[in-house]
């Protein structure tokens, strides 16, 4: 807008538009080597339930998840339970104890609701 020769303003505009181009090809091409970055090792994010597992490990956790219903069964508080899943950290364990938690909850319901007998 300084200058009034026309062909001064068509040379600015197109050095403009040819440094928006490149700039989009810069962009363009960041985001194409982060989307096609090859994986590394310890952080992939698979499919956890679909990795291979060796009948014992799969045994043990059997055993331990059998263990743990036992245990929420004999607790009947919910915040005792929702401390114990807030420290979870298998999906298992997680599933079980949100069970339970439902179960209480559940049971909490029924023994306030008045008898429709």
């Not at 001064?8 to 989307?35: F, G, P």
């Not at 043990?60 to 420290?87: F, G, H, N, P």
């Not at 298998?90 to 429709?116: Q, T, V, W």
């Amino acid at each position: 807008e300084a200058t009034l020769d026309l062909a001064e303003r068509r040379r600015i505009r197109s050095a403009i538009r040819e440094l928006q181009r490149q700039e989009l090809e810069r962009d363009e091409e960041a985001l194409a080597s982060k989307r096609f970055r090859p994986e590394r090792g310890s952080h992939r994010q698979d499919n956890k339930e679909n990795w291979p597992r060796s009948p014992r490990l799969e045994e043990e956790q059997q055993t331990a998840l059998s263990t743990l219903s036992r245990q929420l069964e004999a607790i009947t508080d919910v915040e005792e339970l929702t401390k114990l899943l807030r420290a979870a950290g298998e999906y298992e364990e997680r599933k079980l104890i949100r069970a339970a938690i439902r179960k209480l909850r559940a049971e909490e319901i029924e023994g306030e609701a008045p008898s429709s007998r």
